[in-house]
């Protein structure tokens, strides 16, 4: 019983990340190695060579040709700013849900401020909508 009580504790305390850890950063052109960590865009990430894709909400897209144009972009990059302050300001925790249905097949996950998800928060403050029912805002 101690024994399986401390590895649960052990699988709570590796998931938490400290804001005292080495700050997160855009990922910009990084190469994907073993190691990367770093912020691709709102609802994006790399943990220890892991590509993270936060689920449940969808934030506007850095390229000009999806639909919003500059605004959109000039949005995706608060969203992402907003998220990597978020990161780098808090302790959180992540917690996995499996795979996207994408090629890249992607970890879907949910990261844990203060027992908010980050996606609740970027929602709240306009930088993000609900997926997928949520409205592309920045489109219109």
């Known amino acids: 019983m101690l024994i399986r009580s401390l590895a649960v504790l052990f699988a709570m305390v590796a998931l938490t990340f400290p804001a005292t850890a080495a700050p997160l950063e855009m990922c910009g052109n990084r ?72 090629s890249s097949r992607r970890t879907l996950a949910t990261i844990w401020i203060n027992g908010r998800d980050v996606g609740d928060i970027l929602i709240a403050e306009g930088l993000a909508r609900r997926w997928p029912n949520g409205r592309e805002f920045w489109c219109n």
Do not use: M
């Open 31 to 102: 190469p994907n190695t073993a190691d990367k960590t770093c912020v691709v865009d709102g609802d994006t990430l790399w943990l220890n060579g892991e590509n993270i894709r936060l689920k449940d909400f969808d934030t506007p897209e850095p390229q000009t040709q999806i639909c919003g144009g500059a605004a959109e972009v000039a949005l995706s990059h608060q969203a992402s700013a907003r998220l990597l302050d978020l990161l780098n300001g808090n302790e959180w925790t992540i917690e996995r849900f499996g795979y996207d249905s994408t």
